[in-house]
């Protein structure tokens, strides 16, 4: 397989990873590999307490006071239908954003048609912002829940979730946050923040594999009206048919990915050695320069636009752009095939926030950085955007002149 040279694909996954996550995952298959909570073997407890340090590691990141509080699942997208399809029932209102990623989307669609949910989608500004008093006046009496990303995985603007917890508690419903692209990359806490449930995945800015992730339930969660996604085998109770009704059991069956929960530890220890605002003013600093490299490409016939707010204080380290006269799928094609640098393209898996940015149906190629980035790294893709914004700047031209010559034949055609 062709290796990019310049990794620019983070807000998909992080590449590369911390050799400790390597190494732990290892360590996992080698030495451990028993299935936990359902032997009593020292293999097989070893195994557990790999998957507890993980819910220690992720609970010491996020603030939470009690990591059993910590649901494992495969990913973002299976904590957020988690948490959708536990909490909801016919009849209740539901306040979203139009930045939403389709693991938002999708399943509130689907409650929508087949269970009569009601839905209201809160439009945002086209650089991705949100005035969390227009979440407010969406409200109604039958509204349960709001649910939010922290972050847009296409722009990287971050929401107000603070304010918006705020107005959640004073009208007494919770409140849900895609922590997808934040977890790791943001510093916060589930307290600090007012946040009820937060879905996060170990593969992006936690350094883990892919394969893990989560749902971390706050404590204003009324656990026993919450349902599982599935029920079956937890290890625990094994005499009783009915499934367990405390946590993390409730909502974890059958046997987890231990392997990758090893890997998610080392990952999440590795982004707290190291230190998330660290990390994050020195991503928020890369993503300055790439914005301002971007927005100096400027000569005649070249245009790119860079969307999203200019602040990189007020945004993740992904930028999403567009070059005047060239498809965004070429854009792309070419800095991988020409350049060595990997990007993403197209609408992200959130056509809501390509409508509300003006980018649909085609979209935008997204650059986005993380913690192996470096300012080499961010130079060389500013030049290559340059030299490719510069071509199409030149067929922009070739074009205006052969339209030109077109018009003038028609002319002197006319008069003879």
Known sequence: MKRPT??????????????AMLAAMRRFIDEVGANPGRSGHRQAVEAARIVYGAREAVAELLGVSDPLRVVFTANATQALNLALRGLLVPGDHVVTTGMEHNSVMRPLRALE????LALTVVPCSPDGTLDAGDVEAALRP????????????????????????G??????????????????????SMEELGVDLLAFTGHKSLYGPTGSGGLVIGERVDVERFRPLVWGGTGSRSESETQPDFLPDKFESGTLNVVGLAGLEAGVRWVI?????????????????????????????TEVRVYGVTDADRRLPTVSLTVAGMEPAEVSL??????????????????????????????TVRLSLGAFTTQDDVAAAVAAVRALAREAGRRRELERQHEARGEHAGRDAGEA
């Open 167 to 188: 107005i959640a508690r004073r009208h007494g419903m919770l409140l849900l946050v895609d922590g997808a692209q934040s977890a790791g990359a943001v510093p916060f």
């Open 273 to 301: 050695d190291r230190g998330v605002e660290e990390l994050r003013a020195r991503e928020a600093e890369m993503t300055a320069a790439l914005i301002a490299g971007l927005r100096e490409i400027g000569d005649r016939g």
């Open 113 to 116: 048609q087949e269970e009569g």
């Open 142 to 165: 039958q509204t349960k829940l709001i649910v939010v990303n922290h972050a847009s995985n296409v722009i990287g603007t971050i929401l107000p979730v603070r304010e918006v917890a």
């Open 334 to 363: 070419r800095l991988d095939d020409e350049y060595g640098i990997a990007a993403r393209v197209g609408l992200h898996c959130a056509p809501q926030a390509h409508r509300t940015m003006g980018t649909s149906p085609v979209g």
């Open 6 to 19: 310049i990794y620019m694909d983070n807000a998909a996954t992080s590449w590369p990873k911390p050799p």
